[in-house]
């Protein structure tokens, strides 16, 4: 694993701007930069992302299983008491999931760790799948690649052979994103090119244009019932919103299904850790609420070269503090989320290649690892404005 310096094509801005991508740039800073690239061996991407992430992915599926399984667990996911039973039935009624990203600390080295699953509604997936593949093409043709170069990046295919296998042709989906927030509606327009190019109907709505009918099934803008739905709004959020009451008489199938809000949330890290105990690809994590009261033997010792205290549902770093000695020696700008009940996990520090710290993000379609992307950032807490790396594999 290196970073590799090269020149960036000349006319790529204007590229991303003709295909949508309009947040390429960001506040005035780029947020897709490819002054530099991540280079991997095949061995690294094989045995070090792929088939952890996928065993990754099944054990989280065991965790789930656990968890609906326990009203003591469940009590300590964050998640209102009065939407256990949708969460749990849909668990149990086999609904599939499609899609979700690991992000995992990895120097090309040890064995790469989990730093937390977003396994709801996931962003950058449109750089991931599309535009870092279209880099890969171009530099490739430029002779900037070395011939032969490839990318772990089989995204898109994945999606639409998971629409595929979910769905009966012809279903027609929709697809939900906040207005006006272009990330969200890349994230969606790319989730119904993989929906159409299956043989389903994708259609979208903004978020806030859903309504209800007088028998409460859901509907867009256009008043049109909605029979599926991609919803980019994380269920933590949801079952938390007027609109949760009509979730169990909506007749409508939600993509992700409600379990999944068991693994969008940092509480899964101290579960996985218990059921799994030593695992090379996970930290040691407790609940926050378990080392105040002294019930976890061993936690100091895990803890002792530090640790990193996360909240159950923050997002891009949001309310992150790494303690070190005993002392918080970095916290996120963002205190959103400093009022939810918190996780601690053994702080696993990121490598720093070119003064850059980079996160792995690890997709997952189906139940099997697909490809994945980059992010990377001066400081240790990866955030909303941490910047988006290509990658290639040689060797």
Not at 73 to 89: C, E, F, S, V, Y
Not at 218 to 226: A, E, K, L
Not at 271 to 283: K, Y
Request: charged share 20%.
């Amino acid at each position: 694993m290196d970073r590799i310096r090269m020149p960036e094509r000349p006319d790529w801005r204007a590229e991303a701007e003709r295909l949508g991508f309009t947040f390429a740039d960001m506040h005035g800073e780029p947020y897709w930069d490819e002054t530099s690239a991540y280079r991997f061996t095949l061995r690294q991407i094989e045995d070090d992302l792929e088939d952890p992430a996928t065993a990754l992915h099944a054990m989280c599926r065991e965790a789930v299983a656990h968890i609906v399984g326990s009203e003591s667990l469940m009590a300590r996911m964050g998640l209102p008491q009065t939407h256990w039973d949708l969460i749990a039935n849909s668990w149990l009624a086999g609904e599939p999931e499609l899609y979700g990203r690991f992000d995992l600390a990895y120097d090309g080295t040890g064995p790469a760790k989990l730093l937390e699953y977003n396994a709801d509604t996931p962003t950058s997936l449109y750089e991931s799948a599309s535009f870092q593949w279209l880099w890969l093409e171009q530099q490739l043709e430029a002779r900037v690649l070395p011939p032969g170069a490839d990318q772990f990046n089989g995204i898109h295919e994945a999606l639409v052979a998971r629409f595929a296998e979910i769905f009966a042709p012809d279903t027609d989906v929709h697809f939900a994103a906040m207005a006006g927030n272009a990330e969200d509606y890349a994230t969606v327009e790319a989730m119904a090119w993989a929906a159409r190019e299956a043989g389903l109907g994708a259609h979208y709505t903004d978020l806030e244009q859903i309504g209800v009918t007088a028998a409460g099934q859901f509907t867009d803008g256009d008043s049109r019932v909605i029979g599926a739905l991609f919803k980019l709004y994380p269920w933590e959020d949801l079952l938390n919103d007027p609109f949760a009451a009509h979730l169990a008489q909506a007749q409508c199938r939600l993509i992700e299904p409600p379990w999944k809000a068991l693994l969008s949330n940092k509480a899964i890290l101290p579960v996985l850790w218990q059921m799994f105990p030593g695992h090379p690809n996970l930290l040691p994590a407790y609940f926050a609420a378990d080392l105040a009261a002294g019930i976890v033997p061993g936690a100091a010792e895990a803890l002792a070269a530090g640790s990193v205290i996360k909240p159950l549902f923050s997002r891009e770093g949001a309310s992150i503090r790494i303690i070190e000695g005993g002392v918080e020696t970095e916290a996120s700008g963002n205190a959103a989320y400093d009022d939810h009940p918190k996780i601690v996990q053994a702080y696993h520090p990121l490598p720093v290649l070119g003064g850059m710290r980079p996160v792995i993000g690890a997709w997952v379609v189906g139940e099997a690892c697909v490809g994945m992307g980059l992010r990377e950032d001066a400081s240790r807490i990866t955030q909303d404005l941490s910047r988006f790396k290509p990658h290639f594999i040689e060797g």
